[in-house]
Every structure is written in structure tokens, then in C-alpha cells.
């Protein structure tokens, strides 16, 4: 209404007004979001009689009647509701967050940004030139870098950044499912629906992901400028395509696979599988910069075994498969078949065999009863399932976070079961159709929730672990600890709490940031023992320390031996 009622207004008063309450509401919804302000009378009562003021000043400027039903209708069902709803359900389910302290890989990336010792200017120039033995992550690293020198160790500042990353690819796949599922009920859907999976949480609730999350945003905004490109041929959506793509590389590895997103929308789409061959000119280039950058490639855990990659490739599949539809819950069977597997080679073989063939021969019969256009859905969520894992389809363990950009694939085979399902229905009536299908989503949405609060709780226990750790080792500080060659020696030290990271790496980070200390060296042990046989006698340069179930650190001493 605003939107028409605006250009007609010939009162320069009556158009202030009405702007002066546009801001004003969202100041509002703003501040809603940290504190209940709509709750209170004073706030509601003028509200809701400036709405109404605004309300009679569009009634003087409209010609025909006011349909308020029809107008809420629209306004419900227009891209902006659904937008701001996805912004609304993002806070509601992880504003939780930013209370979570920082753990783990955290800290080397705040060591990696203040360790250079240049100028900000010159340190982002070294991260393009230079992996130093990491992966090619420039983009990462510059963010980390300029995140820390504005905002420090302020852990909400740099939860809200993944949280709105997060809003955003829940945007994105929005208007992806716009363009594949047409309408505008079944692509909301998807964007709720993608907010409410639980499989991929590690890679919202993780710092040190945001790299990961940068990736998602990019290679969709991307493959939607492609979309763009190709319906319209305008330059702009063409070098688009091409920017978004060469920042998705940046950030992370896992954007090589962003251009067979656009065969496979052309594939959706009933074109030709042909595209202007310079939208793969960022892949060789940033290969190249990466080689002689001396990155990190296939070492340790981030290595393919070719002896046994087709059997990491099944079975990374259907793990990831079963993560991303029902959340962690289905990891510890996973691993139990998997760990089974893995010491009967022959029969994992013969096992994988009869399953692509019993997968192939379900499929055929599923062509013969399925029209075209739920044959490419189907296609569409399994392939971008799978180009989305490709890099790690082959590696030798699961990761939450890499289950992230392909659980889009799953919300629209998941879409198009409850399709299905309504038209399976539908004889019955079109209210017990709907029924059926908003009992089945309720029931996946709240057990999905379910272990959302349970990962809120594994995350933030695992900060505080981390936050107790560092508080505790600050408390023990002598002003020597600084320039002294010390030795720490920490015992039992606390890999994850649940679903969430504490210390798999960056404990020696998180205690450089600390002291600041080059000639400090770190050593951790599993066991008190262990830590006192390699210690002759703990002085005032070498420390035991121990956790306990807790996370709260205790000093053990151990005195010279008497000759």
C-alpha cells in the first residue's frame, strides 16, 4: 500500500510522515530482536496509532477501495516477507551463539593475524603470495586479519557475521528454489526448511568455518548471477558470474566445484550444456597461484587414498546422506558400520557392489513411474548433493561443515517428497492433504530443533571449557612467563564436548595470544604419568598442568629425584 500510495502523495508533509514511520518501524524490529520493546504498552499504544494514522492518510490518496485481506495477502506472500522471516527464524534459532567463546583452530587464525609484524596492507599482499604450508585461503586469513584489528577477541561480533552468512544462504537458496520450483510457497519452504537442518551445525557455531560459510554464499550468488546471465545476457549479470566465482576460490577450496553448478542448472533448465569458456578462466589461475604459493594440498587428513577411494566415496556418501537429512543422531551408527567395514574389505566390496545395483535398479523403475519435471528435481537435489562434496567424497572421515552447501540438494528431494505425499493425498481431500503434510514437517522440524538445542549446549560448554583454560593459565602468569624459554606441559586436554570442538589444535596458539612468548614451547600428553616421565622436575620454567572432566586446569609439581 505504502508503496503505491508514495509517488501519488502531492503533500510534502503527509510523504515525511509516513517515511519518518517507515524508519521508525524498523527501528523497531530492530530492537526487537535483542529485547521484547513490542511487549510493552507504552511502545505498542503509539505504534499501533501511528499505523493507523498512516493507514487513513493512504485512504485519502486511494482512488479505489482498500482491500485490506487482498493487501495482506500480498505483502505475506512477497519475497521481502519471506525474507525478513528466514532473518527472524535465523536469530530465533542461533542468536544463542554469541555467547560461545572462542576454541580450537580459533585461535591460530587470531595467531596467523598478529604474528606478521607488517602493515595490514602488506600482510593481506603476503596471504595472496603466500600459503606458508597451508591451504590457499587469502580470504579467509584477510578477514580474520581485519576482523581482529577492529573488534579483537569479541567472539559475538564475529558469531553475528556467520549468523547473517548464514540468513543469507538460507536467502539465496530461496530464490535458487524460486527459479527451479517455480510458485512461491514450495521455494519458502526450502529456505525454512534448509535453516532447520541440524547436520551441518558445526559450520555455523564455528568460528573458524566462516571461511566455509563465505564459500556458500559466493558459489550461490554465482550460480544465481549465471541464472540471471543467462535469461536476460546482460554484461553485468555475466561479470558477476564471474566475480562471485573468483571470491568463492578465496576463501576456500571447495568453490572449484561452482561451475558444474551452472551445467547442472542448464541441465534443469532444458539448454545446451554450453557456456563462455572464460568463466573457467579463475580455475587454472588460481591453481597456479596456488602451486606457486606453496599450498597445502593432499597431506594427512586431507588426503585420498586411491587403494580405498571408491570405498570412502560410497561410504562418505550415504554418512553424509544420512547427516544431512537427520543430524548427528545418525553419526555414531555410521561410524559403527563404517569402523566394521573397514576391517572386512571383501565384504564392504561385495556390499557396495549390490548397493549401486539395487540404487540403479530402483532408479530405472522410479524414471518408468515419475514425470520429466520430478525426474529433474530429483536429478537437480542429488547431483548438487554430490558436486557439492566432490572434494571430500574421497577423504578418509566426515566433517559437519562440508555437509553444508550440499544439504541444499537435500531440502529439494526433500521438497519433492512432500509433493508427492500431498498429491499421494489428495483424494482424500485437499485439507487432509495439507494436514498430512504439516504433520510430517512438524515432526522433522521439531526433531531437528530438538538436536539444535543440544548442539547450542555441546558449543557453549565447549567455550567455557576453553574460556576456564585461559582464565586459569592467566591466574598462574608470572611476569617472567613472557621472556623466560618456558615449557608447559599440559595434561588430559579436552578434544570436543559432544558435537563441538574444544582443543583438537591451536592450544599452543591460544597460549602464545596469551603470554606473547616466541621461545615457548607446548607439549601435550594424555595422561599425568606420561607428563611426569618426561619432565625430570617441574620448575619455575617448566609447568604441569591437568584438566579434569570439567575443563578446570589444576598445577601438578614433581620433585627431583634424590640421587
Known amino acids: 500500500m505504502i508503496r503505491t500510495a508514495l509517488p501519488v502523495m502531492t503533500s510534502p508533509t503527509d510523504k515525511s510522515f509516513i517515511i519518518g514511520y517507515i524508519a521508525g518501524a524498523i527501528g523497531l524490529a530492530i530492537n526487537a530482536v535483542f529485547i521484547d520493546v513490542f511487549e510493552a504498552s507504552k511502545v505498542a499504544f503509539s505504534f499501533w496509532l501511528l499505523t493507523g494514522f498512516v493507514l487513513g492518510i493512504i485512504r485519502l490518496y486511494q482512488k479505489a477501495g482498500l482491500d485490506l485481506v487482498n493487501v495482506m495477502k500480498r505483502v505475506v506472500s512477497s519475497n521481502i516477507a519471506v525474507v525478513v522471516c528466514l532473518f527472524v527464524l535465523t536469530m530465533v534459532l542461533y542468536s544463542s551463539t554469541t555467547k560461545n567463546y572462542f576454541v580450537g583452530d580459533d585461535f591460530t587464525w587470531f595467531r596467523w593475524a598478529v604474528e606478521s609484524g607488517q602493515s595490514a596492507w602488506s600482510t593481506i599482499v603476503h596471504y595472496f ?71 551441518y551445525s558445526e559450520a555455523i557455531h564455528w568460528i573458524s568455518a566462516t571461511g566455509f560459510l563465505f564459500t556458500a554464499c559466493f558459489s550461490l550468488l554465482s550460480l544465481l548471477s549465471f541464472i540471471a546471465w543467462e535469461e536476460k545476457k546482460k554484461v553485468g549479470w555475466f561479470l558477476a558470474t564471474f566475480a562471485f566465482l573468483v571470491l568463492s576460490l578465496l576463501f576456500h577450496e571447495s568453490g572449484l566445484v561452482t561451475p558444474l553448478f551452472y551445467v547442472l542448472y542448464l541441465y534443469m533448465a532444458d539448454k545446451t550444456i554450453r557456456f563462455s569458456k572464460l568463466l573457467l578462466i579463475p580455475i587454472p589461475v588460481y ?128 521438497i519433492l517428497c512432500m509433493k508427492k505425499l500431498y498429491e499421494f493425498l489428495l483424494p482424500n481431500g485437499a485439507a487432509t492433504a495439507f494436514g498430512g503434510v504439516a504433520v510430517v514437517l512438524s515432526v522433522f522440524s521439531l526433531f531437528q530443533i530438538i538436536q539444535q538445542q543440544q548442539i547450542h549446549s555441546d558449543w557453549y560448554e565447549a567455550g567455557e571449557k576453553s574460556r576456564r583454560f585461559l582464565v586459569a593459565m592467566e591466574g598462574a602468569y608470572e611476569d617472567y612467563w613472557a621472556r623466560e624459554p618456558m615449557e608447559l606441559h599440559l595434561v588430559n586436554v579436552p578434544i570436543r564436548s559432544g558435537e563441538a570442538w574444544i582443543f583438537p589444535v591451536g592450544i599452543s596458539d591460544a597460549l602464545w595470544l596469551l603470554f606473547r612468548n616466541p621461545h615457548m614451547k607446548v607439549y601435550t600428553w594424555p595422561s599425568a604419568a606420561a607428563a611426569m616421565s618426561a619432565v625430570n622436575e617441574t620448575s619455575r620454567t617448566k609447568k604441569i598442568f591437568e584438566f579434569d572432566g570439567a575443563g578446570i586446569v589444576t598445577e601438578k609439581t614433581k620433585e627431583a629425584a634424590i640421587q
Open 129 to 199: 603470495t603466500h600459503a606458508d604450508g597451508f591451504f590457499y585461503r587469502p580470504g579467509t586469513k584477510t578477514y580474520f586479519l581485519l576482523m581482529y584489528q577492529f573488534f579483537w577477541l569479541n567472539q559475538t561480533v564475529y558469531h553475528f557475521v556467520s549468523l547473517f552468512l548464514h540468513f543469507l544462504v538460507a536467502t539465496l537458496v530461496f530464490f535458487l528454489a524460486k527459479k527451479i520450483l517455480k510458485g512461491m510457497l514450495l521455494p519458502a519452504l526450502a529456505g525454512f526448511l534448509f535453516l532447520l537442518l541440524s547436520g
Open 287 to 414: 591453481l597456479l597461484v596456488r602451486l606457486f604459493a606453496h599450498s597445502h594440498w593432499f597431506n594427512g587428513d586431507y588426503s585420498y587414498n586411491l587403494l580405498k577411494l571408491p570405498f570412502n566415496a560410497v561410504g562418505n556418501g550415504i554418512g553424509y546422506f544420512a547427516l544431512a537429512l537427520f543430524g548427528p543422531v545418525s553419526t555414531p551408527l555410521y561410524v559403527i558400520m563404517r569402523n566394521m567395514l573397514r576391517e572386512h574389505m571383501v565384504i564392504a566390496g561385495i556390499i557396495m557392489v549390490a548397493a549401486v545395483f539395487l540404487v540403479s535398479l530402483g532408479y530405472k523403475t522410479f524414471l518408468r513411474k515419475t514425470s520429466k519435471y520430478d525426474r529433474k528435481i530429483w536429478v537437480f537435489g542429488l547431483a548438487f548433493f554430490a558436486i557439492a562434496l566432490l572434494p571430500f567424497f574421497g577423504l578418509g572421515n566426515m566433517s559437519s561443515r562440508y555437509s553444508y552447501v550440499a544439504s541444499i540438494g537435500i531440502i529439494f528431494l526433500l
